[in-house]
């Protein structure tokens, strides 16, 4: 059955307003919010989009500017003259003195060529002109004539398939510098190949440039934006910018680029693994196939957003927990007065509604119109209650008595009939002294029986007058009947209803000891679950599961007002006990039947627990 829920009207009225305020402060946060995302999350591509833009033209720049010094090397006609007038006259693998004085005039003329086309400014960190056996004339950072053996050049055999076209690496120190090798890749070297008038490879020609000068505008964008990290891609997809990756920073975002299909040009949040968002742009350096990529971490981007968030947040706890207050009071205010009329109506009880002296509700005083029509209507009503419970009370109470004592009035004779049997029975054996024992003890008995005033016991009067009954029983069977008494000391003093055990007693020698002797019965009571129970058991065994199956679904079907009706003189004995438990204590009456153990029978018996007769009487005021 599915259970339904009850709230105080002030509570409701709390609640209903609380929701309400905080459902509207929460959808103006989530909106409010939202709104404020979409536009940090517009700034925060369009930035970085427009920084990417930024360094693609600065390195674009920077590139093309040492592929014009090349281009001019290679169509200076005057450098080529010179160059070739060298390469004639110095054709040899090793320097000396006497070779190099006749071609030092030519070697001075490329120097100043190579200084006028790079400038006074000196717009490409060194140049370097090589013949094709590695004889090298370098100006610039360093000014000389070496020999270098080509071959051990990484970009020298690249340089030679590309046949004329500009082939662009980094190389960690400058040619012919003193530095120590440092590991790191800062300089960038374009080389391309030239030729003479006829056609034929002349030698190679390489500027280099200083990678700080060529990523200078990331350095310096770098300052400003700390959190935002750029990183350059050469054609063959090695990252060329930074220098230095740490390891826990070693992302391939070209590799992410391609799984997550990224547009140029158009910023995205890329997910990298390990619970980590980043914002990610990159450009296409068209001419040099080179990539720019721009990475921000989701939680910097979303920092000021976040600062928002908690300063909203506690904006909210603010206002819902004034408003609640506010809320609080009006509803408090509102339902005073339903307050007093419900605290009042949990005071209505029997002896609240019979003391003509209980006031159990002041006045009310309330402006508003429904609650003060409610209160009169209360105080009438229980005007009514008073004067109509005094009536059906005492009607009530002359019931139930007169029916309690109709089922205790059936046990006295039936018992009656059953014991001059048995005395009968002793006269024509010829038992005197028995018969005398056994009248001593009926008359004990009767007396207890037969006292009509009080409907309860305590259990100890109620075992011990039944075991006076047991005692005619004893004259009659001799030894071939035993008996047990196992009573709880702490159950002797609870009041139980009366004559409730002596039917179960008779039921046993009735039907219980039909099997061969010796009879065996045992009476034992025990407090279980905070009620009484009282076990009779006999070792009869006749009781079949099927028997006590219709036994208990016939008394647990009664209708104990009909039955009352229908009872007569010799009727059944434990159904008269289920109906008396059942009037008295209703469903927290216990009446069972246990036959699971072979060869036995128990009836079991219980109640709530009443110590004195006042209490017992005050919960069942119908009595």
Request: with cysteine; charged share 20%; glycine share 4%.
């Amino acid at each position: 059955m599915k259970r339904e829920f009850y709230y105080s009207q002030k509570t409701y009225l709390f609640f209903i307003y609380g929701l309400l305020v905080t459902t509207l402060l929460s959808i103006f946060f989530i909106c409010f919010y939202s709104f404020y995302k979409d536009n940090i999350v517009s700034d925060s591509k369009i930035k970085s989009e427009s920084l990417c833009t930024s360094i693609q033209n600065s390195l674009n720049s920077e590139l093309n500017n040492m592929s014009t010094i090349s281009m001019n090397i290679v169509y200076s006609n005057a450098l080529k003259k010179n160059f070739t007038s060298f390469y004639k006259n110095y054709n040899s693998n090793e320097l000396n003195t006497s070779t190099f004085s006749t071609s030092r005039e030519n070697v001075l003329l490329i120097y100043d060529i190579i200084t006028a086309i790079i400038g006074p400014f000196q717009s490409a960190t060194q140049v370097n002109i090589y013949t094709l056996n590695g004889t090298c004339i370098g100006s610039g950072y360093f000014q000389g004539v070496t020999q270098i053996n080509l071959a051990e050049l990484p970009w020298y055999e690249p340089t030679i398939n590309k046949n004329g076209s500009k082939h662009i690496s980094t190389i960690s120190t400058l040619p012919n510098s003193k530095n120590l090798y440092t590991g790191i890749s800062k300089y960038i070297t374009l080389t391309r190949l030239f030729f003479d008038s006829s056609g034929e490879a002349e030698g190679i020609v390489e500027v280099i440039q200083d990678g700080d000068i060529v990523f200078s505008l990331i350095s310096e964008l770098q300052q400003k934006n700390p959190s935002t990290s750029f990183y350059v891609y050469n054609e063959n997809n090695e990252l060329i910018y930074p220098y230095n990756v740490k390891e826990d920073d070693n992302i391939n975002y070209l590799k992410l680029i391609n799984e997550n299909s990224l547009i140029p040009s158009s910023a995205q949040f890329v997910n990298t693994g390990y619970m980590k968002e980043f914002l990610v742009s990159y450009e296409k350096i068209q001419p040099y196939n080179w990539t720019v990529v721009i990475s921000e971490p989701k939680n910097i981007v979303f920092e000021s957003l976040n600062s928002f968030k908690i300063s909203f947040i506690v904006i909210i706890f603010l206002s819902v927990g004034s408003t609640l207050i506010l809320c609080f009071i009006i509803s408090s205010r509102i339902t005073h007065p339903l307050s007093n009329l419900s605290h009042a109506t949990k005071k209505i009880t029997i002896n609240n509604v019979l003391d003509e002296n209980e006031t159990i509700i002041t006045p009310i005083h309330s402006n508003i119109q429904e609650i003060s029509e409610l209160y009169t209507s209360f105080i009438d009503m229980y005007s009514k209650l008073r004067d109509s419970s005094h009536e059906i009370l005492l009607l009530k109470s002359e019931e139930t008595r007169a029916k309690l004592q109709a089922t205790q009035s059936l046990l006295n004779p039936h018992f009656l009939y059953n014991s001059l049997t048995n005395i009968s029975v002793m006269a024509e054996e010829n038992m005197n002294n028995d018969i005398v024992r056994m009248c001593d003890s009926l008359c004990s008995y009767f007396r207890y029986i037969s006292t009509s005033d009080e409907t309860i016991v305590s259990l100890f009067e109620e075992i011990s007058f039944t075991e006076q009954y047991i005692e005619c029983m004893k004259i009659r069977y001799g030894n071939d009947f035993i008996y047990h008494s196992d009573i709880n000391e702490n159950t002797k003093d609870i009041f139980i209803p009366k004559l409730i055990v002596q039917p179960f007693v008779e039921n046993a020698f009735k039907y219980g000891f039909s099997a061969s002797p010796p009879w065996y019965l045992k009476i034992s009571s025990n407090i279980e679950d905070e009620k009484w129970i009282i076990c009779i058991e006999d070792n009869g065994g006749c009781l079949t599961n099927d028997k006590r199956i219709e036994l208990l679904s016939k008394f647990y079907n009664l209708d104990k007002n009909k039955e009352l009706k229908s009872l007569k003189i010799g009727g059944m004995g434990l159904k008269n006990v289920y109906i008396r438990l059942k009037i008295l204590y209703g469903d927290e009456s216990i009446f069972y039947i246990d036959n699971s153990i072979y060869g036995k029978t128990v009836f079991i018996i219980g109640g709530p627990i009443y110590t004195n007769k006042e209490e017992f009487y005050n919960d069942h005021t119908q009595i």
